[in-house]
Nanobody, 122 residues
Framework: QVQLVESGGGLVQAGGSLRLSCAAS????????MAWFRQAPGKEREFAAQ????????YYARSVGGRFTISRDNAKKTIYLQMNSLKPEDTAIYYC??????WGPGLKYDYWGQGTQVTVSS
């Protein structure tokens, strides 16, 4: 059974940093494109960042580019989201997702985690 488990969320002041992790129980983890999404209160879930299978390519939503960095460790079957210069508008539940095939915008994701709460105070 595939599971994605996020961790690392919490409460941080504006300007601070957090590092999220997502541990995957996917036998073929290195063959999956991975991503982070987020959902703020009262808003739809939105894309944040995506990383390629070997981890050598990534792209970001405009709202987080330059502040967030996605990475992965295929040996540990884990992805990360380093979030710097956090803003109150980054407050959301952050989800990781895995796609069996494909790369790029509009990708369909096959597996989702339960999410981890990030709250940024002003």
């Amino acid at each position: 059974q595939v599971q994605l488990v996020e961790s690392g969320g919490g409460l941080v002041q504006a300007g601070g940093s957090l590092r999220l992790s997502c541990a995957a129980s996917i036998p073929t983890f290195s063959e999956h494109t991975m991503a982070w999404f987020r959902q703020a209160p009262g808003k739809e879930r939105e894309f944040a960042a995506q990383i390629s299978r070997p981890g050598d390519n990534a792209y970001y939503a405009r709202s987080v580019g330059g502040r967030f960095t996605i990475s992965r460790d295929n040996a540990k079957k884990t992805i990360y989201l380093q979030m710097n210069s956090l803003k109150p508008e980054d407050t959301a539940i952050y989800y990781c997702a895995a796609a069996v095939t494909g790369w790029g915008p509009g990708l369909k994701y096959d597996y989702w985690g339960q999410g981890t709460q990030v709250t940024v105070s002003s």
